[in-house]
């Protein structure tokens, strides 16, 4: 293995990043709506003042930008895990067996039970998980053959 290897050491551990990402991204999201509602209540209430000077306006430049500059942070953070998803994407779609495919994208995308799962696909839960471990069976030997090389860094 790649001497870049992140933390996942089997395909499960690299599927299994994809709903915490989604978890992650929204915390930012909403990081980044309470940052802007700080940025405008700071605003007026600085603004607010009846007696502005060059200084007041400067603290609220200095401040805004200061949100600003975070705001950018959490939105290339949030560029980063949402490339990290479509990555987990790919590798579910680089799969040659359509059924594998649905089984990791309702287990590892949509957060479904094997139960849901084989319910939803009319087959029983010994067959989904035997279909699972195929799939990710699947994806190691690709991962060993060079295919999806840089998924498993």
Partial sequence: MDEKKKSWDTPKEFLSRYRDLGRSMESKKEQILELRREAVSLSQAILGDRVQTSRTS??????V???ADLIADIERSIEKRCA???EIEEVIDSLP???QQEVLRRRYLLGQSFDQIAEKL????MQINRIHGKALEEIKKQWEDGKNDSKKR
């Fill in 84 to 86: 990290a998803m479509k």
């Fill in 97 to 99: 067996d359509g059924l």
């Fill in 58 to 63: 400067d603290r609220v430049a200095k401040a």
């Fill in 65 to 67: 930008s200061a949100i």
């Fill in 122 to 125: 009319t087959y029983s839960r």
